[in-house]
């Protein structure tokens, strides 16, 4: 029996807690993976993740037909992840995300790493050619499609990074071009 893998994105609860329900695999996520659970996860649950195999930027895996490298980036979360896959496709977790319409959703985000998330979408922008698989919606493909996805959410990011106050959603939505979804999450912005 082949033994069977799990790749973390990154270790939100809505990302990993069906992993007890999994037969034992071998699991692969970002090293920085404790920081997540230590905030999010009861130790109680810790257990489930011993053994994780952290993946680096110069880690490659071949799953059959499918090269898998890897971008770590601290945006949305400090344990964040990129998965390329055969140079065509990226997961990108939760970065960028979507409704299931595609209608696009506000970055959820701390004051202390806006920048962090500006700076992973900056990274993304080299794969604006390849389809870009999101944890939270519609896969997006099309390079000006993408360029301008990615340019709203670091429109937001920017102007809580630079202002030296809290500002109001209004304010920091100012120089976008779309209408964002689930505005109400900028409150936890300052939290």
């Known amino acids: 029996m082949k033994s ?17 329900e ?3 695999p071998i699991l692969y996520g970002n090293g920085l993976y ?16 011993d053994g994780m195999n952290t993946l680096t930027e110069r880690s490659q895996l071949t799953f059959g037909s499918f090269n898998l490298t890897f971008k770590l980036v601290q ?3 400090i344990c964040g992840m990129f998965t390329i896959i055969n140079n065509q496709f990226v997961h990108v977790a939760d970065d960028l995300m979507t409704s299931n ?4 959703l506000l970055p959820s ?10 700076d992973s979408l900056e990274l993304l922008k080299r794969y604006a050619s390849c389809t870009l698989l999101l944890s939270h919606g519609n896969a ?14 670091q429109s937001y990011l920017e102007a809580i990074t630079n202002s030296s106050q809290p500002i109001s959603i209004d304010a920091a939505l100012q120089d976008t071009r779309c209408d964002f979804l ?4 900028h409150k936890y912005v300052y939290l």
């Open 4 to 20: 069977r893998k799990s790749f973390f994105s990154h270790f939100h609860p809505d990302h990993i807690s069906g992993l007890p």
């Open 22 to 24: 999994l037969n034992s």
């Open 34 to 49: 404790k920081a997540s659970l230590n905030k999010y996860t009861p130790i109680e649950k810790h257990h489930f993740f």
């Open 75 to 77: 945006g949305h979360v």
């Open 101 to 104: 319409e595609g209608a696009p």
């Open 109 to 118: 985000v701390h004051v202390d790493n806006a920048k962090k998330h500006f």
């Open 140 to 153: 997006l493909s099309g390079e000006s499609e993408i360029l301008s996805a990615i340019s709203d959410r």
């Open 182 to 185: 689930h505005k109400e999450w």
